[in-house]
């Protein structure tokens, strides 16, 4: 499929994408994590681009990083530093785990660009007190921006950019619910291109992109096959090759937990509330990662949950090495698993390697 095609290319060769987007004088924001508000970046006039380590060799980012932080966290300094980052104007740093705390100020004080924001968002979601502070954080943050394009971010623009992100939310849930419905009408890798692309390619052509491939899955017929349906569960899984391999042992990916995955596109902002409100609310109430608090259970159960919805046959846990908090919360999760009698493998992985 052609339009699948435009977001291997832009995963390729992310430079390329950047130099697109730099000669529609739009600047660009580099992020990592999915609390980052994409949409109030875009509503200021910026580029939100998510950033994955380029899988070069560590060599700058050894002189700040120990070798026990994940390859992500390295990697992405190592690519700042070596000037393989040099088309960003700007970056964001949500409150996430250690690694990505202490980043945020080796960055802030190594790096070369023009705007720099620290988003400490609440780590306990379920309480007033979060919701409160949760809203104050992101106002500071449109603060922060309105400071750097020097002029207001209307309630306008944030609604605007809140109907262009839901939309392109909206396509990437279809999608990923045709593959469930239709298990093997795409492939592993395409699923895998297609979300990467979508954040970091221009929102404008991705959420005019997105629409078609699900029009075209949607006439298309899936020969029937006995393949186990597989969901998987982790933080990042930048490797295209995992998905091949699944397929090839047997498998076929029908959800996953990921953040580079449905966590990150799952539920939508409402369009017919106050912006700062809405946004806030779907950090709130979306599904938690490690790095956040909302009940004990919470996680294990959505696991379970989304395992049963997909009828699944298995989980597969991708472990980033040296991954704190979800390495704290494996063993639990897999718990909830094994109760159920959803069978379920880890499989830890490094991104300066080959897996």
């Known amino acids: 499929m052609k339009e699948i095609n435009i977001f291997y290319d832009a995963i390729k060769d992310v430079s390329m994408v950047a130099s697109k987007i730099k000669t529609k004088q739009k600047k660009i924001i580099g992020y990592l994590c999915s609390y980052a508000s994409e949409e109030m970046i875009y509503a200021a006039g910026f580029h939100p681009m998510r950033l994955f380590s380029s899988k070069s060799d560590i060599v700058l980012a050894e002189q700040h990083l120990q070798a026990y932080c994940c390859s992500l966290v390295r990697g992405v300094l190592e690519d700042s530093l070596s000037g393989r980052l040099d088309f960003l104007d700007g970056t964001v740093f949500p409150h996430t785990c250690d690694s990505m705390q202490r980043l945020s100020d080796i960055w802030r004080m190594n790096?070369?660009?023009?705007?720099?924001?620290?988003?400490v968002l609440p780590a306990k979601l379920n309480t007033q007190s979060a919701r409160t502070y949760m809203k104050d954080v992101l106002i500071k943050f449109k603060k922060d921006l309105e400071t750097a394009i020097g002029k207001?971010?209307?309630?306008?623009?944030?609604?605007?950019?809140?109907?262009?992100?839901?939309?392109?939310?909206?396509?990437?849930?279809?999608?990923?619910?045709?593959?469930?419905?239709?298990?093997?009408?795409?492939?592993?890798?395409?699923l895998y291109a297609i979300v990467k692309g979508s954040m970091v390619m221009d929102r404008d052509e991705v959420v005019d992109l997105l629409p078609v491939i699900v029009n075209n899955l949607e006439k298309l017929d899936v020969p029937q096959k006995k393949a186990k349906r597989i969901v998987v569960a982790g933080s990042i899984c930048d490797s295209l090759d995992i998905y091949t391999a699944i397929e090839a042992a047997g498998g076929v990916?029908?959800?996953d937990d990921l953040c580079t995955g449905q966590r990150w596109f799952e539920g939508q902002i409402p369009e017919d509330e106050n912006p700062m409100d809405a946004i806030s609310k779907r950090f709130l109430d979306r599904i938690i990662c490690p790095?956040?608090?909302?009940?004990?259970?919470?996680?294990?159960?959505?696991?379970?949950?989304?395992?049963?919805e997909n009828r699944a046959d298995g989980v597969i846990f991708m472990m980033l090495k040296f991954c704190d908090?979800?390495?704290?919360?494996?063993?639990?999760?897999?718990?909830?698993?094994?109760?159920?009698?959803?069978?379920n493998l880890a499989i830890e992985m490094d991104d300066q390697q080959q897996n």
Request: glycine residues 6%; proline residues 5%.
């Open 253 to 255: 990916i029908v959800g």
């Open 152 to 190: 207001e971010i209307t309630d306008a623009d944030l609604l605007e950019a809140i109907k262009k992100f839901n939309l392109i939310r909206k396509n990437l849930s279809k999608i990923y619910a045709i593959q469930s419905q239709k298990p093997g009408i795409i492939k592993g890798a395409d």
């Open 111 to 119: 790096g070369k660009y023009e705007f720099f924001a620290d988003v």
């Open 325 to 343: 908090p979800h390495a704290f919360d494996y063993p639990y999760l897999k718990e909830f698993l094994d109760r159920e009698g959803i069978k």
């Open 291 to 308: 790095a956040k608090h909302f009940s004990p259970f919470a996680r294990g159960e959505n696991l379970v949950s989304l395992a049963k």
